[in-house]
């Protein structure tokens, strides 16, 4: 028989997994290849972060499609219970003839009728499954037909899923290439998967408990009757261990993974710290915190059943699946305890449909359970533990790896003040035009140690002080993420998750002015150190990315960065805000991503439109300024030397004032005065020509020729643009050298 790809798409509180299958005979269903990439998921019907989505899902995708080399075209979509609404309709309908029995035409016409009978709020239909059908107030069944009776009765499962999502993803989908085959429950692959088909002829109960929810589902035939998702899961065990034992989320993911419900309080707990070493924790401690938390879920949990308005009876089990409470020694029976009924551990089986599920039906949920039993790995619940930590504003700061900072006797942070003037002569040394390794040299030279104690230094640990925003008092977290739980290879987060910034969160040193001077000030020699290099090698006309000198953020006033984009398995260029790449939206929450060639595109429209209004006073201005060029480069380097003076003047007496136990007024005017003449002589210098006239190119004679390109010329914009300003993601405005601007719509 020939074999049957099939993808599906999986959305997850913390990651998108795309699933490739492939089904033969027998209605096997072998699983070829699985995409998968993190995200920040969905709370209350609605994406953490809407504009990660696309990136995510096209991320999993081209995964999925590299092991198997081919292109996804269609895909079933999982849609998670946090977008879905459950209802049921009970419906009836005569039988007619003579010697009146059921037949198909008659259960098709119930469930139609059961359709038209319900009160359809804004959503999608994409689950219509009979939970239970009853001739003439008989039996329950699944398979009614050929019963003989006058009236066949029965209850229909809808499963709705939000407008919202089914637009989003659909759109989504089709700017990637990827059609939607259709959508379907996560929830009912779920229950059809791991309630077995001799348990649903009356109402089961199906706990899922997630890392971050919790999903209570009641399953009856082969309808979902009934659901809700808990605002709790396994990370909040972990959590409140994280608090009330104050050791790292990843150690208590492991302490909490190693408990045994109702094991002898007298027991100690034991697992690898951070250094290596075994650590010892008291169980009475633990079992306080763990059991305290798992008690209210399970009240939670008995306390939605109830109010639901379904009919169990003594005989109903619950079972449970999930990585967030099962993996915990004991935890079926103590559940069984507290909820005082009969729990049972789910586990994915083949899944047995009646006749009113087809083999696409089969082969798509059995999908989704798999998806779903995929979505709990250890690592990637330890990852979502701590991203939920993050929005909370909770996380351990690193002491042992930041100078300046102790613990204090409440617990936060506190100053230290020898090191705080440490901290505090580096910040104003940089803005004082001080470099990286001037900043080395003269901790190295006045004894300062590192906050790991060595005598050593390099520029590379003064940038990190630089840059850390915990010296003005606030915390950005998730600045780097494990790409690959297999390798273990941290990677630096440019956009790929979420960063949470908490805002004065302790005590700062410096002030947030002062950083964000600084923040300005590394920007700006970045990126004139990129153009400097471009400039040894290639001359100051030929520079490889002309932008990058000239495109700026309309929002914060860094500059821009040239970004290789992968997406979908295609290669995108696009240019990013350097405060955006670096810090996120914190510095800088307006700036868009452009593509370059729409970039390129905007640039050649305005270089025409120059073109066609290029007059002789034109001409004569922009000859002007490029001949005046080469003459500025005589006054920056006056200018320069000067600066240099005044810095060196500046350090000396920064030194001398550091060396005093009190402050000194005489000293801290002529701080104050060097400060301000350094900042006079930074603009002055900023203002002049930058050495445009080294190139001959730059300085002969610009004529209307020179301005008639089809195609984006990088040479010409080097010479011939000032300054680029990213407005919006529409707009760009252009800035040439002869004082002449233009606002440019991008494509």
Known sequence: MMKKATAVLDFGTSKVLVLLAEESAYQKVTITSAGMAQYDGFMNGEWNAPSDVSDAIASAVEAAEKKVG??????????????????????????????????????EKLQRQATEMLDRPTGVIIHRSPAWFKVDGGQKTLEPVDQKGSMLEGMIGFVLA????????????????????????????????MIPFEERDHTAILVDVGYLSTEVMAVEGDALIWQKVLPVGGAHITLDLTYGLEKPFDMCEKIK?????????????????????????????????????????????????????????????????????????????????????NVREAAVK????????????????????????????????????????????????????????????????????????????????????ASLLTIKKKLEAGGVLTARGNKKWSSE???????????????????????????????????????????????????????REVQAEIARRNSKSAANQRKRHQGRYNSKYALSERLVCGDCGSPYKRVTWNI???????????????????????????????????????????????????????????????????????????????????????????????????????????????????????????????????????????????????????RIIEKVIVHSRQEIEIYFIGGYTQKIDLI
């Open 568 to 718: 979908h398995g295609r290669k995108q260029i696009v240019w990013r805000c350097v405060n955006r790449l670096e810090y996120g939206t914190k510095f800088c929450s307006h700036s868009p991503s452009i593509p370059e060639e729409e970039l390129h595109q905007a640039i050649l429209k305005a270089v025409q439109n120059l073109a066609a209004n290029f007059t002789d006073e034109v001409a004569a201005q922009l000859d002007g300024i490029l001949r005046q060029m080469k003459a500025g480069e005589n006054l920056k380097a006056q200018l320069q030397k000067q600066l240099e003076k005044a810095q060196q003047e500046f350090d000396r007496l920064l030194e001398m004032s550091l060396e005093l136990d009190e402050s000194t007024p005489f000293l801290d005017d002529k701080l104050r005065k060097l400060s301000g003449k350094i900042k006079i002589l930074k603009a002055n210098i900023a203002e002049s020509t930058d050495g445009k006239g080294e190139d001959e190119e730059a300085t002969k004679q610009l004529t209307a020729q020179d301005l008639l390109i089809k195609e984006y010329d990088d040479i010409l914009t080097a």
């Open 162 to 193: 939000d407008q919202f999502f089914i637009n989003d993803v659909t759109e989504r989908l089709k700017e990637l290439g990827i059609e939607v085959r259709g959508f379907f429950s996560t929830s009912v692959g779920e229950a059809m998967q």
């Open 461 to 515: 640990s003064v940038q990190r002080i630089l840059q850390n925003e915990k010296y003005c008092g606030d915390v950005l977290l998730q600045k780097t993420f494990i790409e690959d739980v297999l390798t273990g290879v941290s990677k630096k987060n440019t956009g790929q998750l979420p960063q949470y910034y908490i805002e004065n969160n302790h005590e700062g040193i410096v002030t947030k002015q002062m950083f």
């Open 257 to 341: 993974r190693g408990y045994t419900f109702n094991a002898p309080k007298n027991t100690q707990i034991e697992v690898q710290g951070e250094n290596g070493q075994m650590e010892s924790f008291s169980g009475e401690q633990v079992s306080m915190i763990i059991d305290a938390r798992v008690d209210e879920m399970l009240e939670m949990i008995d306390d939605a059943v109830k109010k639901s308005g379904i009919r169990l009876g003594n005989w109903s089990n619950v079972y449970f699946t999930g990585g967030g409470l099962m993996p915990m020694g004991g935890a079926r029976v103590y559940a069984a305890g507290k909820l005082a009924r």
């Open 350 to 433: 083949t899944v047995k449909l009646t006749v009113q599920g087809t083999v696409g039906d089969y082969r798509v949920l059995s999908l989704s359970a798999f998806a779903q039993a995929e979505s709990e790995s250890i690592s990637q619940n330890v990852a979502r533990g701590k991203r939920m930590g993050f929005r909370q504003g909770k996380f351990p700061f690193p002491y042992g790896q930041i100078l300046g900072y102790r613990k204090g006797l409440d617990g936060k942070p506190e100053v230290i003040p020898e090191e705080a003037e440490v901290i505090r002569m580096i910040f104003n040394s940089y803005l004082q035009g």
């Open 70 to 107: 081919t292109h996804i075209k269609e895909v079933y979509v999982g849609v998670p219970g946090e977008f879905v609404r459950v209802y049921v309709i009970e419906s009836s309908v005569a039988l007619q003839g003579a010697d009146p029995k059921v037949t198909s035409a008659d259960v």
